[in-house]
């Protein structure tokens, strides 16, 4: 896929969810930002309309007072990629499982809940992955100790 088709879907994202999103680049990735609560629907349609039909990775990074959660998604067979962006409350840090649109999710947001402690509503089975269940908080936290 050319950099053009990229941008015409881009484009096509853009006039499906509007101002709600925001739509920038780096070097490597185009990415969407979009708030917790519209993260559900942004991604079922990037995967349904858009064929973006690959997680590849999902990952979560301490802001302080908000996590900041990345997801990389590809079509496959057209070669693009996309960083999808989303801030939950360290507070509440609660966001959608997206295991139903990407088994892929599952292990993945096994391991940001073990060593973040984000929540993700609708996963079947969020048990710790990495650490004994007994462990006491998540050790990827800047106010773990």
């Known amino acids: 896929m050319n950099q053009g088709d990229m941008n015409g879907i881009l484009n096509d994202i853009k006039q499906v969810f509007g101002e709600t999103i925001e739509i920038n680049a780096d070097k490597f990735f185009p990415i969407v930002r979009c708030d917790a609560e519209q ?3 942004l991604m079922r349609t990037l995967k349904e309309q858009f064929g973006f039909n690959y997680l ?3 990952n979560g990074v301490d802001y302080g007072e908000q996590f900041e959660m990345i997801y990389h998604l590809y079509t496959i067979p ?4 996309l960083l ?5 409350s360290r507070d509440v840090p609660i966001l959608p499982s997206l295991i139903e649109l990407w088994p892929t999710a599952d292990w993945q947001e096994r391991e940001v809940y073990d060593l973040m402690g984000i929540l993700f509503q609708g996963h079947p089975n969020l048990l710790r992955v990495l650490l004994p269940d007994d462990f006491i908080g998540h050790p990827l936290r800047k106010d773990f100790k």
Not at 78 to 81: G, I, L, P
Not at 84 to 88: A, D, E, P, Q, S
Request: hydrophobic share 55%; net charge positive.
């Open 39 to 41: 993260l559900l629907e």
């Open 56 to 58: 590849a990775n999902l």
């Open 78 to 81: 057209a070669r693009a990629k």
């Open 84 to 88: 999808v962006k989303t801030r939950v």
